[in-house]
């Protein structure tokens, strides 16, 4: 569809909407191992590299080791020193990394297509191999414990901190990030064990995307990796909790100039019928610069710089976040224009014309997520985790086309009524406390 007039948002006069550009999908092929590893290659050809992802589901029983596996298990295998694997590495124009989130480990790297078999061998010595040496360990180990430390003094880690206890509870979810002195009792005996039980090849997704023709891909990866073996068990995550509407929590930071506002909604799986809409009741919410909830505090109010909203889709269940940080004095009027935007979206049709801006957004970004190897090679390996495959890009492609203004309304009104929302703010208490309990009640805390 291609607008034929300009449309207004506020004060600002927008440049017409161009047209939908079909959604291609790239040529890919898949195979499941006789070990039970998944790899999927995805033919990219802009140029001659190849992105690699590997996916294994992890659970975060061990938070501290967890985090600890993934600074040092590049550190050494039976064979080669880090150094001689970064050397290696690098003789093929590519690099690893290693990461850990709530649901998975995550092995990253790219390099030339011509020594895609060489990344792939050095893939499968770490991956059976890795020997954690103890003079690594400890040197990692300490500027894990640096980084921790850093992060536990700034304000949007600690809003994201109180954020998630309240949301989850005791699910895992609910802590994400160790404490030092867990991170100090980790010992390369400790890591070897949790690589042993939990770095195995079950229900872990292989994505190859690049300049390769995608048999041979995954020729190359089972040659590789067939022999990987692993007797470790994959970690259940149990569902995530509702949310539980009540009190806005306030974590009190004495003395701070400005506070974090966070809100939490419920939101809805990729594959729900209702995934689509509330993406764009979202977009118009506060997913990006054109939406309301920007438009009122940033552009209007001037209380922030950058507030945004986001869904946030994990394996145990799925959330949408808000988030801003507003001057301590605009605390309160910030969060009533917050719930002024929620209750509007929630009890109004949008205009046409916002649904439109916000289709047309949605559309755009799935376009440039596909338009770079990386980009495509972490799309792929995101929606594999989660049982998708690239197919599903059409499919979600052709529901925000068709997602309708009373589409729209109806997630509003489902997903970000202002009284399904958690809301937490980190900020001095002495200053904000009355006035948000003008607005709403509120439980405080310190941080």
């Avoid at 609910?174 to 090849?201: G, M, N, S, W, Y």
């Amino acid at each position: 569809m291609t607008a034929t007039a300009t449309v207004s948002a506020g004060s600002r006069t927008l440049p017409p909407l161009g047209p939908n550009r079909k959604l291609k999908l790239p040529t890919q092929a898949e195979r499941t191992l006789a070990n039970g590893l998944t790899v999927i290659a995805v033919r990219r050809p802009a140029v001659p590299l190849v992105e690699l992802r590997l996916w294994m589901p992890f659970g975060r029983s061990h938070l501290a080791r967890g985090a600890m596996l993934a600074q040092t298990m590049l550190s050494g295998t039976q064979t080669l020193t880090a150094t001689q694997i970064a050397a290696e590495l690098q003789k093929v124009g590519g690099g690893l990394s290693a990461g850990v989130d709530p649901d998975r480990l995550m092995l990253s790297g790219a390099g030339l297509v011509t020594g895609l078999d060489r990344m792939l061998e050095l893939l499968a010595d770490v991956l059976t191999g890795a020997t954690y040496p103890g003079d690594w360990v400890e040197t990692e180990r300490d500027r894990l414990v640096d980084r921790i430390q850093v992060a536990q003094s700034q304000p949007a880690h600690l809003a994201r901190t109180a954020l998630l206890k309240r949301v989850y509870g005791r699910h895992p979810y609910a802590t994400q990030t160790p404490e030092p002195d867990q991170v100090r009792a980790v010992r390369p005996a400790a890591l070897r064990k949790l690589h042993a039980e939990r770095v195995h090849p079950a229900g872990a997704v292989l994505v190859l995307v690049g300049d390769v023709q995608p048999a041979r891909a995954l020729d190359a990866a089972e040659q590789a990796l067939g022999g990987w073996r692993g007797d470790g068990h994959v970690a259940e995550l149990p569902p995530a909790p509702p949310l539980e509407p009540g009190p806005l929590l306030l974590v009190d930071r004495p003395g701070s100039v400005q506070s974090s506002l966070r809100i939490a909604l419920p939101a809805v799986p990729r594959t729900h019928p209702d995934h689509a809409a509330l993406q764009l009741a979202n977009l118009i919410f506060g997913g990006y610069f054109s939406s309301r909830w920007v438009e009122n505090i940033r552009e209007d109010k001037g209380y922030t710089y950058g507030p945004h909203s986001m869904v946030e889709h994990s394996v145990a269940g799925s959330v949408l976040v808000a988030g801003a940080e507003v001057a301590t004095e605009v605390t309160a009027p910030a969060l009533l224009e917050t719930t002024y935007e929620l209750g509007r979206l929630a009890s109004l049709p949008v205009k046409p014309e916002e649904l439109e801006q916000a289709r047309q957004y949605a559309l755009g970004t799935l376009q440039l997520g596909m338009s770079t190897q990386a980009g495509l090679a972490s799309l792929t390996s995101a929606y594999a985790g989660n049982g998708l495959r690239l197919d599903f890009l059409a499919e979600h492609a052709a529901r925000l086309a068709k997602a309708t203004v009373a589409d729209v309304a109806e997630a509003g009104a489902r997903y970000l009524s202002p009284a399904k929302a958690v809301v937490v703010v980190l900020g001095d208490a002495e200053r904000v406390a009355g006035p948000l309990s003008a607005l709403t009640p509120v439980r405080t805390e310190p941080a």
